[in-house]
């Protein structure tokens, strides 16, 4: 009988230590500082505060396009090991003839959107217009 009440005890003590850790982990996350210099507010979004997150945009996305930029090539680089360079150079020659690229596209049932990219400034105004109407410049 005792046994019964000593293996009752234990278990409630386990659950208690286990939310002492969440409660201690999410209370890590608050206490985490902008990154700006002498800036003491909370940190929100990648690192800074908003003000600051906002001031470091066009920084931020442009270190995000590296990083892709990177992965891509990593990602070449692992298909370059495991597949033959004769598949390999099938696919160059592909890539680098634009009327072989539009066989293959056709070939593949592939949509090409020939359209020009969007600017920063066009993709805020759309984004805009979508989240509040009749804000934005209107076209």
Same mark, same amino acid.
């Given at each position: 009988?005792?046994?019964a009440?000593?293996?009752k005890?234990?278990?409630?003590?386990k659950?208690?230590?286990?939310?002492?850790?969440?409660?201690?982990?999410?209370s890590?996350?608050?206490?985490?500082?902008?990154?700006?210099p002498?800036c003491?507010?909370?940190?929100?979004?990648h690192?800074?505060?908003r003000?600051?997150y906002?001031?470091n945009?066009?920084?931020?996305r442009?270190n995000?396009?590296?990083?892709?930029?990177?992965r891509?090539?990593?990602y070449?680089?692992?298909?370059?090991?495991k597949?033959p360079?004769?598949f390999?150079?099938k696919?160059?020659?592909?890539? /680098?003839?634009?009327? %072989? #690229?539009?066989e293959? $596209?056709?070939?593949?049932?592939?949509?090409? !959107?020939?359209?020009?990219?969007?600017?920063?400034? /066009?993709?805020?105004? %759309? #984004?805009?217009?979508? $989240?509040k109407?009749?804000?934005?410049?209107s !076209?």
């Open positions: 009988m005792k046994n009440a000593l293996k005890t234990s278990t409630p003590t659950k208690v230590t286990t939310a002492k850790k969440v409660v201690a982990k999410a890590d996350k608050r206490e985490k500082n902008c990154s700006a002498s003491k507010k909370e940190a929100s979004t690192g800074y505060c003000l600051h906002i001031s945009w066009k920084h931020i442009f995000e396009k590296v990083k892709a930029e990177r891509l090539n990593a070449v680089d692992r298909i370059a090991k597949y360079q004769d390999l150079e696919i160059k020659e592909t890539l /680098e003839d634009e009327k %072989k #690229f539009k293959m $596209v056709s070939e593949l049932d592939i949509e090409l !959107d020939m359209s020009p990219k969007e600017t920063d400034d /066009e993709f805020l105004a %759309k #984004f805009l217009r979508a $989240v109407p009749g804000s934005g410049s !076209d």
